[in-house]
């Protein structure tokens, strides 16, 4: 099992470029998930997936599009990139047992936006 | 609204015990995590509570207590390796699952 993965693990990209982020699972877990981790901060959810064809805003999903049309993949759309969007991106997806959740991180994209 | 609170940063020393505290503040709390991170790394699972009381994996504990919304993560036998941010997060459930995450507690382990 690879686990999660996200690809590119860095990027620059001046403002007003679009990219998308990659995260691919391969545990068939139907809950994903996309986080940004600001220098010495804590993960804010942007969005998330309860499964295929399924998703819902987090915290901070403004400038920020996804998708879910399979349950590995999860792509993260940005659109026009800003400044604010420097950071560093998590994807995981999350197994629950007994109402015990579990979830596991990919290495995460480090994205600077100049 | 919601919040987690958790100290910025605590130091130890090696073999010494340590207790980090998350007091949160939210509406459908259905269940409290810790991850630890180490730096340039992803975050990985350590411990969950759902119910009240204590839960032990190794070194590891993680305690909570729903009534006092409070809960925390202790180290033992610390080792260096442990130096690492450590977060709360807490699960809840409205409308569906969500986790929020704290700001994290950078540990510096000692010699």
């Known amino acids: 099992n690879a686990g999660v993965t996200q690809t590119p693990k860095f990027r620059i990209l001046k403002i007003g470029q679009s990219m998308t982020l990659q995260c691919t699972q391969d545990?068939?877990?139907?809950?994903m998930y996309w986080y940004r981790q600001d220098p010495g901060m804590g993960l804010k959810l942007i969005y998330y997936?309860?499964?295929?064809?399924?998703?819902d805003k987090g915290e901070v999903p403004n400038g920020y599009n996804v998708s879910r049309s399979t349950t590995e993949d999860f792509p993260l759309r940005l659109e026009l990139a800003a400044p604010s969007q420097t950071s560093v991106y998590f994807c995981?997806?999350?197994?629950?047992?007994?109402?015990?959740?579990?979830?596991?991180f990919g290495p995460g994209t480090r994205l600077l936006v100049l | 609204g919601q919040s987690l609170e958790q100290p910025s940063e605590v130091t130890a020393v090696e073999g010494a015990i340590v207790q980090i505290n998350c007091t949160y503040q939210?509406?459908?709390?259905?269940?409290l995590s810790w991850y630890q991170q180490h730096d340039g790394g992803a975050p990985t699972f350590l411990s969950y509570?759902?119910?009240?009381g204590l839960e032990e994996t190794g070194r590891f504990s993680s305690f909570l207590s729903r009534s006092d919304s409070y809960g925390y993560l202790l180290l033992q036998e610390l080792q260096m390796k442990d130096s690492a941010s450590y977060f709360c997060?807490?699960?809840?459930?409205?409308?569906?699952?969500?986790?929020?995450f704290g700001a994290g507690t950078r540990l510096f382990v000692k010699a």
């Open positions: 997936s309860v499964g295929a064809g399924i998703t």
């Open positions: 545990m068939n877990h139907n809950y």
């Open positions: 509570n759902g119910l009240d």
């Open positions: 997060a807490v699960r809840r459930l409205t409308g569906g699952f969500k986790t929020i």
């Open positions: 995981a997806s999350s197994q629950t047992s007994g109402g015990r959740e579990t979830q596991y």
């Open positions: 939210t509406s459908g709390f259905y269940g």
